[in-house]
């Protein structure tokens, strides 16, 4: 694990950014609180911010503090 990395299942982190990422599970699930509540205040920022975190998360983007880990 890098230093000060957040190891995070990538099947997980997906499967979740689909089903329930307009609800910031997401990105409470890499450690991104305050982002969490914001997607989840705005509904996934009115479904865009949802998209753009699935083919984000689909596509392993290199999230600041995140490591993709595949168990």
């Known amino acids: 694990m890098a230093k000060g990395k957040k190891e995070v299942n990538?099947?997980?982190?997906?499967?979740?950014?689909?089903?329930f990422g307009t609800l910031g599970v997401d990105r409470f699930i890499m450690g991104h609180i305050w982002q969490g509540i914001l997607k989840l205040i705005t509904a996934g920022g009115f479904g865009i911010w949802?998209?753009?975190?699935?083919?984000?998360?689909a596509t392993k983007h290199n999230f600041e503090g995140i490591t993709w880990v595949q168990n």
């Open 50 to 57: 949802w998209l753009i975190d699935v083919i984000l998360i």
């Open 10 to 19: 990538w099947v997980l982190a997906l499967i979740m950014s689909i089903v």
